[in-house]
């Protein structure tokens, strides 16, 4: 059995348990006995009708998910979903309210009004392409609750930016949220959110699946006209089988799932991610400016914690030393520069203390 010795921070394909791993490993040439890889069987076969049943009650047991809220698992990225959002419930409706906070929400924004005759309204605007340092109040979004749906990204992974108070409901439309890069790392009640989608990449298994979690009332709203590939109505009324699913994605994601379940579920991972994130923050706040972190204090992510030294080439000289100590994959997003290291559920604390260790050593020699 491989051990691995190197501790992956990168914002995605991301770190996955290493339990995990090492089943898939044990199980890449038969899964379960049947004499093929799940890689290889058909997704309409039994082994993996059960598979996709099992990840969807255990995703449903994880979130608290109610029953009036169906699961699907689709490809196509988060991306895909800034479109298929408007596609589907945004008919008949004048306006749809979009919340920009960072890069991902921007990008969403600029992609929900190219299939929809609503108005793309922006309702809260955090900074700018380069610049956001914290999230739009949710007290002062510009929203009328007659819109289509209201969409905010919770969690911004390119600046280090995250909701930590959760947007309730009150006087709202259906919210719709891009949860990609925080899914399953604290409770959320699923009941606030109209919609909930994630790239799987990030918080649950590998890319080419994504998790859409959408209320069935608002199923209603998905028209006929909408061809059936971008429609939810008709992944649903096909079981998520109109066409094939990501069948390994798919199930990897649910052996994290079964993991997370092993291992004290959403709430114990919402401990454990806040001392990763205590930690990380107070290394770099106590580095006298050495780190810098411009993130207001009640924005800063516990996935994705963006820093930077005072100068350009010092923090080329970090990524490449800490690279060589074990530490992988810290570059900063490629507009953004510095570092960042994400941290989602599967990062183990020891990780975060050798990056921390690490972080004081090279201050030690160049600050």
Known sequence: MITLNKYNFSAGPAILPEAVLQTAQAEMLDYNGIGSSVMTMSHRSDAFISILYHAEQDLRQLLHIPDNYKILFMQGGASAQFNMVVMNLAN???????????NWSRIAHSQMGKLSNAQIHLAAHGGDLYN???????ENWDVDPNSAF???????????????????????????????????SRPINVADFGVIYAGAQKNIGPSGATIVIIREDLLERCSDRIPDIWNYQSHISRQGMYNTP??????????????????????????????KAETLYSAIDSSNGFYINHVKQQARSHMNVIFHTPEKELDKMFVQQANAHGLCALQGYKSIGGMRASIYNAMPIQGVEALVNFMREFQRRYG
């Open 150 to 184: 209201v969409h905010y990204c919770i969690n911004e992974t390119v600046h280090g930016l995250q909701y930590r108070n959760i947007p309730k409901p009150d006087g709202m439309p259906p919210i719709v949220c891009d949860m990609s890069s925080e899914i399953l």
């Open 246 to 275: 990501a069948t390994y994605p798919i199930y990897i994601s649910g052996l994290v799932f079964r993991w997370l379940q092993a291992h004290g579920g959403v709430e114990q991972m919402q401990a454990l991610n806040t001392m």
């Open 132 to 138: 956001y340092t914290d999230v739009p109040a949710p």
């Open 92 to 102: 008949g409706f004048k306006r749809v309210d979009s919340v920009v906070s960072g």
